[in-house]
């Protein structure tokens, strides 16, 4: 993609190349809780901190630490993808070494 005299690279993001992303932005479908007592939440993610993510539904705002996300459901351009949150832990830009 060319604007101006400039080359822009655009990068879809796809299920193999999604952890590598950062997900502000992106619309989320949460569960969280334990077996006992499971909470569902959907979403758009508003901030990634390295420990929690921020999320917006309608006018509530809510963080959930990532460690106690059991299943994050994102939907990306070939599909839909289950990420258990404690695999997200940390930075976004540190995810990529991992």
């Known amino acids: 993609m060319f ?3 400039r080359k822009i690279w655009m990068i879809m993001i796809t299920k193999r190349n999604l952890a590598n992303h950062e ?5 989320v ?20 901190t390295k420990n929690s993510f921020v999320i917006g539904q309608r006018e509530k705002i809510k963080i959930f630490p990532k460690s106690s996300i059991r299943s994050l459901r ?10 258990k949150g404690s ?8 995810r990529v070494f991992k």
């Open 23 to 27: 997900f502000t932005g992106m619309n």
């Open 29 to 48: 479908f949460v569960e969280s809780g334990s077996m006992h007592d499971r909470m569902t939440h959907r979403g758009k993610i508003l901030l990634e």
């Open 74 to 83: 994102v939907e990306v351009e070939d599909g839909v993808c289950f990420i």
């Open 87 to 94: 695999t997200l832990l940390g930075n976004a830009e540190d």
């Open 3 to 5: 604007v101006g005299k």
